[in-house]
């Protein structure tokens, strides 16, 4: 069974860090790409970040909200997906989810974990 | 960026109704549209893909059509797990961006 668990997830005050950490399982994992998608309290879907797979040479890309704060990486020797957010804001507050894509870009995303929550407040 | 907008935000239906949720990309986005199901407190779901493929599992009353700047997704025949949020999301070019969703409840 193809499987996306996410965790980190936390209480934080602004400013301050965190790293979300997906575990996969069920799929070749270094093959495909994967994304992290939030969404806040009684809100719609954003997307944040994506991490190419290792044919694409895993480079990376992030929505403008959160470059220069958010780092995404990869250990595919763990089948894992991560999520350094740095400089958090209160904006930032949401349930974080780890998605994977369907074997293109174009085709959507395939598999989704539930989700960890990052809540950021003094 | 690609916006993505959705009509109607929310529709009230009861089951065996035909549904029809439109989206509209902000440009030209081919066919590369993708269509979500997200149910209280779950993740969401995909169900089509490039704007009329249905993704594996997913019921054949859902459908999809469309190309260039609007877009349709079709419940022929609603049942009773089908009342959800319904997002659209651009897969032509990055960043993805996703429609503000439609919600189907009961009527």
């Known amino acids: 069974e193809v499987q996306l668990v996410e965790s980190g997830g936390g209480v934080v005050q602004p400013g301050g860090s965190l790293r979300l950490s997906c575990a996969a399982s069920g799929f070749t994992f270094h093959d495909y790409a994967l994304h992290w998608v939030r969404q806040a309290p009684g809100k719609g879907l954003e997307w944040v970040s994506r991490i190419a797979g290792y044919g694409d040479g895993g480079s990376t890309i992030y929505a403008d909200s959160v470059r220069g704060r958010f780092i995404i990486s990869r250990d595919n020797s763990k089948t894992s997906l991560y999520l350094q957010m740095n400089s958090l804001r209160t904006d930032d507050t949401a349930l974080y989810y780890c998605?994977?894509?369907?074997?293109?870009?174009?085709?959507?995303?395939?598999?989704w974990g539930q989700g960890t929550t990052v809540t950021v407040s003094s | 960026d690609i916006q993505m907008t959705q009509s109607p935000s929310s529709v009230s239906a009861s089951v065996g109704d035909r549904v029809t949720i439109t989206c509209r990309a902000s440009q030209g986005i081919s066919s590369w549209l993708a269509w979500y199901q997200q149910k209280p407190g779950k993740a969401p779901e995909l169900l089509i893909y490039?704007?009329?493929s249905l993704q594996s599992g997913v019921p054949s009353r859902f459908s999809g059509s469309g190309s260039g700047t609007d877009f349709t997704l079709t419940i022929s025949s609603l049942q009773p797990e089908d009342f959800a949020t319904y997002y659209c999301q651009q897969a032509n070019s990055f960043p993805p961006t996703f429609g503000p969703g439609t919600k189907v409840d009961i009527k």
């Open positions: 490039a704007a009329s």
């Open positions: 998605a994977k894509e369907s074997g293109s870009y174009l085709w959507g995303m395939d598999v």
